[in-house]
């Protein structure tokens, strides 16, 4: 079956422009949970959602939201970009990830410049 | 919270060497995951495992829930493992993965 797939994959915003990217979870997995991959920071979570609903979110700021469909696919947004958001966002798909296997997607790596 | 920490940070070898990876957690933990990260980014999932061992061609993983440690085995090093590897958990009714810093790993021809 298909994996996880992240779109897009590269994205080159402006400061202060706002960016939407995509994560289609694998068929069958209701858990999608986001990460935001930087040198200096490491792997960090983002959020999760699980049947619509976030269940957990990290410490980021206000300007980082993100939300989950019906059919499971989940869409993160960053408003007001600046030049630290830049980094490796992936995704990661579970049936439940509170105690299943996660599946990560290839990752949208956004630049803002 | 939970604190991950893999070791050593980075590791450089000759192809044919193996290696030991290893990743301390402080909590008890339901879920552990080892990933090797490709050069583009992507994580690949290496082994889920909470407790016990698995293993899979040249590569094994054990966890001692108990203890809260897991090491992952690399045997006869080829160039194409080099890259850097994560140890991960999940814990209690958290819904996040928390993961460590990663080895890097270095395999030279």
């Known amino acids: 079956k298909a994996g996880v797939t992240q779109t897009p994959r590269y994205l080159i915003k402006t400061r202060g422009q706002q960016v939407t990217l995509s994560c289609s979870p694998i068929s069958g997995h209701r858990s999608v949970s986001w990460y935001q991959q930087t040198p200096g920071q490491g792997l960090q979570f983002l959020f999760e959602y699980f049947s619509e609903t976030q269940r957990n979110k990290g410490n980021f700021p206000g300007r980082f939201s993100g939300r989950q469909f019906s059919n499971s696919r989940s869409e993160m947004n960053v408003s007001t970009l600046e030049l630290g958001d830049s980094a490796l966002y992936l995704c990661?798909?579970?049936?439940?990830?509170?105690?299943?296997?996660?599946?990560f997607g290839q990752g949208t790596r956004l630049t803002v410049v | 919270g939970i604190q991950v920490e893999q070791s050593p940070p980075d590791l450089i070898l000759q192809e044919g060497a193996n290696s030991t990876l290893r990743c301390n957690f402080s909590?008890?933990?339901?879920?552990l995951q080892w990933f090797h990260q490709n050069p583009w980014g992507q994580l690949i999932n290496l082994f889920y495992i909470p407790s016990g061992t698995k293993q899979n061609g040249r590569l094994s993983a054990t966890t001692v829930a108990t203890e809260r440690y897991s090491l992952l085995y690399i045997s006869s090093s080829q160039t194409t493992d080099s890259g850097v590897y994560f140890c991960a958990v999940l814990y209690s009714s958290a819904s996040k993965i928390i993961f460590g810093s990663g080895t890097r790993l270095s395999i030279r021809p």
């Open positions: 909590d008890s933990v339901n879920n």
């Open positions: 990661a798909s579970s049936s439940n990830v509170q105690n299943t296997e996660a599946f």
